[in-house]
């Protein structure tokens, strides 16, 4: 590659050096030339893992040990961990799980943010992302699929499901995704309708030096090589200040946006919105007035980087204007060809097949937002959806003596299917609006969703969560209407060793745990050996095996006293003691 693009382009011959003088993040490629897989990863996660195990074991202050595994985390490249206890923060530091997925996580994103600067994701070579990252989330998604497989869930009635079976019924299943969000959007434009509001359909995109456009922008490399998800985290703070102009101003539009990719990874918006005619002009300059607030005297700026398109009474309707980039950005069906538009050029992306794998247009763009973590679709104002779906858990006997909103809203949720049409009835997302107070309400809605507070012991630590049980109206909040919910025995088969269902250890614990508490939130000042007892032990599909003997593992990897035996000396004393 450095003589390849060397003598060819100077911006990516530095590009290559900097790969080159990297040695303390994991190596993109193996020896071989194919990218570092994850047998390396699992590696580099238990070096992490042990090497914060030993931070821990030698530093007896948490600030300190704080600093020195942040220190860890910055130096491979991965963001410190995130807890509200000192117990939960080393818990996942010495965890060789989370790091192989930081790590994972990590070398994913730069493997294609390195691929982007070189030009290796563009239309003319790899569009929206490389093949070797195709490859690769192809491989982890299946993976994934395969573990939820082989985990089956029991509920108090004795339903057995794989937990691949109970996925296939929410939003993970592609088809139900695509139609909720063209209910939805269906249901926008009739209540915009019926209130003779105006839709507009605006496109926004990001300056010119986020754009690598093949490797060949010099005004990308000299702000940085920005990744997707800088040029994402660009558009939400342009969106942000539109937002906040449009509330001062008095104006409340109401739709959806959708994330999709340049063939170059850099992200632009969709967005259909409507508003009260009379907000109209007004909105239109604030979204143009903000949108080019940045470089907007760059040539092109004014033709490329926004666009609207007034839909107009009897020439098309707003759903018409938004599903094509909902279903391109899904499943792709229905839409024919998969166009692209660069360069001033259109362009039709077609499947490619690499390793015997076909890989369409709309699969590359999924995994582009599952390697960056760019969430591709977000409803803006309304009503709240975790209403609308919680309305669906509830049951007809539950709401039957309940207020005539929650009874109208209960009914515009539900879907009944039958070969008689005087039963057959669509769920009707406008219905539900009009019944929690129409499109401008947002969280003042009328009907609210009911939450409980409970202690949940998690993987790393005991958490307060906020858990929906049913609904209420906001105007007799003591009202509940609960909903219909299952406690779920959870039961791993394969794994090497049984887990206790309680997630607890049957063994004493060491006399060193049971001296320090290891609640204690961060701040305060702890004995971080007890934190030692929460680690466990994983096989490389991430199901676990059994709790790991913390005590064995803390005297093997604490510090030698100056004269005293090494570990495996002190092991051999115990083990053949004298009597």
């Known amino acids: ?102 790590l994972r996580k990590e070398l994913m994103r730069r493997f294609e943010h390195t691929s982007i600067q070189l030009g290796l994701t563009y239309v003319r070579a790899d569009p929206y992302v490389s093949r070797e990252t195709c490859l690769a989330q192809a491989a982890q998604n299946e993976a994934n699929q395969k573990a939820l497989a082989a985990v089956t869930a029991t509920n108090e009635n004795g ?30 434009e009739e209540v915009a309708d019926k209130m003779r509001h105006v839709g507009m359909f605006w496109t926004i995109t990001c300056p010119s030096k986020y754009h690598s456009v093949g490797g060949t922008n010099a005004k990308y490399t000299e702000f940085g090589s920005p990744t997707p998800r800088a040029a994402q985290a660009y558009l939400v703070k342009v969106w942000s200040a539109i937002r906040s102009a449009l509330h001062r101003r008095g104006i409340q539009p ?86 692209a538009f660069e360069d001033g050029h259109t362009y039709v992306i077609v499947p490619d097949m690499f390793d015997k794998k076909e890989f369409t247009a709309s699969q590359r763009v999924t995994y582009w937002a599952q390697v960056h973590g760019i969430r591709q679709f977000q409803q803006i104002g309304g009503v709240p959806v ?28 539900q879907k009944v299917e039958s070969e008689n049409p005087a039963i057959a009835q669509r769920a009707d997302f406008a219905r539900f609006i009009w019944a929690m107070g129409g499109p401008t309400v947002g969280r003042q809605a009328a009907i609210q969703l009911a939450k409980r507070v409970e202690e949940v012991e998690g993987r790393y630590e005991q958490v307060e969560a906020h858990r929906p049980v049913g609904v209420y109206l906001a105007a007799q ?96 004393q115990r083990k053949y003691k004298k009597e």
Not at 289 to 295: G, I, K, L, N
Request: charged residues 25%; contains cysteine; aromatic residues 8%.
């Open 1 to 102: 590659m450095h003589r390849l693009f060397g003598g060819l382009n100077c911006r990516r011959g530095e590009v290559i050096d900097a790969i080159l003088a990297d040695d303390q993040r994991l190596p993109l490629a193996d020896s071989n030339g194919m990218m570092t897989g994850p047998g390396a990863i699992s590696v580099a996660a238990s070096q992490a893992a042990r090497e914060c195990y030993e931070v821990c074991s030698s530093l007896h202050d948490e600030h300190a040990i704080k600093a020195r595994i942040d220190a860890i985390c910055s130096r491979r490249g991965v963001k410190s961990p995130v807890a509200a206890t000192i117990r939960g923060y080393i818990a996942r530091a010495a965890d060789h799980a989370w790091w192989r997925r930081a």
């Open 477 to 572: 909040p003591h009202a509940v209407y609960e909903s219909t919910r299952y406690r779920w025995t959870i039961d791993r088969a394969g794994v090497a060793l049984a887990v206790p269902r309680t997630g607890v250890n049957n063994c004493s614990r060491p006399a060193w745990v049971n001296k320090n508490p290891i609640e204690k939130p961060i701040g305060k000042n702890i004995n971080f050996a007890s934190s030692f007892y929460v680690g466990r032990s994983f096989d490389r599909e991430g199901a676990p095996c059994a709790r790991i003997d913390t005590e064995a593992i803390y005297l093997h990897h604490k510090k030698r006293q100056p004269g005293g035996p090494s570990a495996h000396l002190a092991h051999l």
């Open 386 to 413: 975790g209403v609308w779906r919680e309305f669906r858990r509830l049951s007809e006997e539950s709401v039957r003596n309940a207020p005539e909103p929650i009874r109208e809203a209960y009914q515009a949720a």
């Open 159 to 188: 339903d057995v499901y794989s937990l691949a079976e109970l996925a296939e019924l929410g939003m993970g299943n592609k088809t139900l995704r695509r139609g909720e969000l063209m209910l939805r959007i269906r249901g926008f």
């Open 254 to 339: 109401y739709g959806f946006r959708i994330a999709e990719p340049h063939t170059d990874g850099c992200p632009h918006w969709h967005m259909l919105l409507f508003v009260a005619p009379e907000h109209q002009a007004e909105m239109e300059c604030v979204i143009n007035a903000y949108a080019m607030r940045e470089d907007g005297d760059e040539p092109g700026a004014i033709k490329n980087r926004v666009k609207l398109v007034r839909i107009e009474a009897g020439k098309g309707t707003a759903a018409g204007y938004i599903i094509k980039y909902v279903c391109k950005s899904i499943d792709g069906a229905g839409v024919g060809d998969h166009k």
